[in-house]
């Protein structure tokens, strides 16, 4: 998937969709994603049908929401270039953990796999990132 085919609400949400209910196992709802994006829930329900349309998630009226297993393995790939984008802000670039989660926000949109790929391999393909969760490598590490 291309990012820049996608809103970043849409990218933001798949991100939480994956942290929440795949890492935290829990159930998500869009008062739960309204809540963490800052905004009215009637938004967030406009973000997650748009979702739906691209076949990322199921959902039921007053439900949870889950996705689905399109859903997972784009969010795994958003989530694997979040994580190490920041990473490697903060740890090559000595920037701030807040100011390089903020950025790398900003950048996955704009960076390519190949970009991503080459700062994993510059940090040594790190299993945990900057925030101790843990990074969904989306790549077969080479073996050196």
Same mark, same amino acid.
């Not at 920041?86 to 903060?90: D, G, K």
């Not at 945990?128 to 073996?143: A, Y």
């Given at each position: 998937m291309p990012n820049y085919a996608y809103s970043k609400q849409m990218i933001l949400? %798949?991100?939480? %969709?994956?942290?929440?209910?795949?890492? @935290?196992?829990?159930? /998500?709802?869009?008062g739960d %994603?309204? /809540? @963490?994006a800052g905004v009215r829930t009637s938004s967030a329900i406009d973000i997650i049908k748009r979702l739906e349309e691209h076949g990322f998630v199921d959902r039921t009226l007053w439900g949870p929401i889950y996705l689905t297993k399109k859903g997972i393995i784009e969010a795994r790939k958003l989530v694997y270039k979040h994580r190490i984008i @920041?990473?490697? %802000?903060?740890r090559c670039l000595?920037?701030? +953990? +807040? /100011?390089a989660c903020e950025e790398a926000a900003f950048l996955e949109t704009q960076t390519s796999e190949r970009v991503v790929y080459a700062m994993c391999e510059k940090l040594g393909h790190p299993s945990?990132?900057? #925030?101790?969760?843990?990074?969904? #490598? /989306? #790549?077969?590490?080479?073996?050196k």
């Open positions: 949400y %798949l991100r939480r %969709l994956y942290q929440k209910s795949i890492e @935290e196992n829990k159930e /998500v709802t869009s %994603l309204a /809540v @963490e @920041e990473t490697y %802000l903060c000595s920037i701030k +953990d +807040d /100011v945990i990132c900057i #925030h101790g969760r843990k990074i969904p #490598h /989306v #790549h077969k590490v080479k073996s």
